[in-house]
């Protein structure tokens, strides 16, 4: 899979983003993004074929397997990876908007279309509260489907086709279990990211207006 259009979405994001949203950017890019193309998706690759049970039962295996990982991991990651990223979408939309609409009139209507303030404020707001609700969104969705972040060794299926209780082995579960915390971390860094620029820029722009109130009154 290509993820090229993800780091140039990064990268133009940038542009219009606070220091905050710069390390949250960078997070993304270099301990998830990277992480994920280099080493993790690796060792997922052949997570179903090192998948191993005790018996030769025809459907077996598969039926287990599919019972403990109903979703992959990789790619349950790429898809938040993706869920994440995109409602940045939004702030290169509208500050798009504002250029080309500075350019139809043929005048000046903003300082600076890239600065974020008055319309382009709330969206990049709602872009944060998104990336932030996606973030728990699947760290509960990985919780959930996988009873807690962790990779056993062992597991016990008696599913049918099973004639039995079936002792099921998965394939490097140390190697998974590093990545699999990693991976974990840096989601709830970049929850926290994203929740301390939300609070830097609704309180910046509260004081902003307390003082443009209190000024008005002075006046």
Not at 24 to 42: I, M, S
Not at 172 to 187: H, Q, Y
Request: proline share 4%; with cysteine.
């Amino acid at each position: 899979m290509s993820w090229g259009f993800l780091r140039d979405l990064l990268s133009g994001v940038n542009e219009y983003s606070t220091g905050t949203g710069r390390m949250w950017a960078a997070v993304v890019f270099v301990f998830r993004l990277l992480v994920y193309v280099a080493a993790a998706e690796n060792i997922w690759r052949y997570e179903h074929d090192e998948f191993e049970c005790n018996i030769k039962q025809p459907g077996c295996e598969n039926v287990c397997f599919d019972h403990f990982f109903p979703v992959s991991h990789i790619r349950l990651w790429a898809l938040q990876l993706i869920m994440v990223s995109t409602p940045s979408i939004l702030v290169v939309f509208h500050v798009a908007y504002r250029e080309n609409r500075e350019k139809h009139h043929n005048q000046k209507l903003y300082r600076n279309p890239r600065e974020i303030d008055g319309g382009l404020l709330c969206t990049y707001l709602i872009s944060l509260i998104l990336k932030t609700g996606f973030e728990i969104i699947f760290l509960v969705l990985f919780y959930k489907l996988y009873n807690g972040f962790k990779i056993p060794r062992l597991v016990k299926c008696d599913i049918r086709p099973c004639p039995s209780t079936v002792d099921c082995y998965i394939s490097k579960p140390t190697e998974k279990m590093i990545f699999l915390c990693f991976l974990v971390a840096t989601s709830c860094l970049c929850i926290i990211l994203n929740l301390s620029e939300l609070s830097y820029l609704v309180f910046k722009y509260s004081v902003k207006c307390y003082l443009k109130r209190d000024t008005k009154k002075q006046q």
